[in-house]
Nanobody, 122 residues
Framework: HVQLVESGGGSAQVGGSLRLSCVASGDTISRYCMGWFRQIPDKEREGVAA???????TYADSVKGRFTISQDIAGNTVYLQMNSLKPEDTGMYYC?????????????????WGQGTQVTVS
């Protein structure tokens, strides 16, 4: 099955930008729906964005117009471009993949997860 490794997290100022990357191995992402999720301590994991293999995207209302999910099938990589960052975007960001679901609002349905990358906005 697919393995996922995130990178690109770090600290950013309010209004700044970060670009997260998720490199997949063990399988091609073209078989999966890919998603980004985030979590802060003591809160449930929430969906941020998802992209189907055909390129159809879904976003949480809180990030629409600010974040963009994209994929490089040949490079087996998914990206999350985050602009106009806000303090409430702070959290651990996880990349996920699933063969069946692409419903970003139900994290528990996703089966394959990376280890996460921390984003801090202040």
């Amino acid at each position: 099955h697919v393995q996922l490794v995130e990178s690109g997290g770090g600290s950013a100022q309010v209004g700044g930008s970060l670009r997260l990357s998720c490199v997949a191995s063990g399988d091609t992402i073209s078989r999966y729906c890919m998603g980004w999720f985030r979590q802060i301590p003591d809160k449930e994991r929430e969906g941020v964005a998802a992209i189907e293999s055909e390129g159809v995207t879904t976003y949480a209302d809180s990030v629409k117009g600010r974040f963009t999910i994209s994929q490089d099938i040949a490079g087996n990589t998914v990206y999350l471009q985050m602009n106009s960052l806000k303090p409430e975007d702070t959290g651990m960001y996880y990349c996920a993949a699933d063969l069946q679901t692409c419903w970003v609002f139900l994290p528990h349905l996703w089966n394959y997860w990376g280890q996460g990358t921390q984003v801090t906005v202040s």
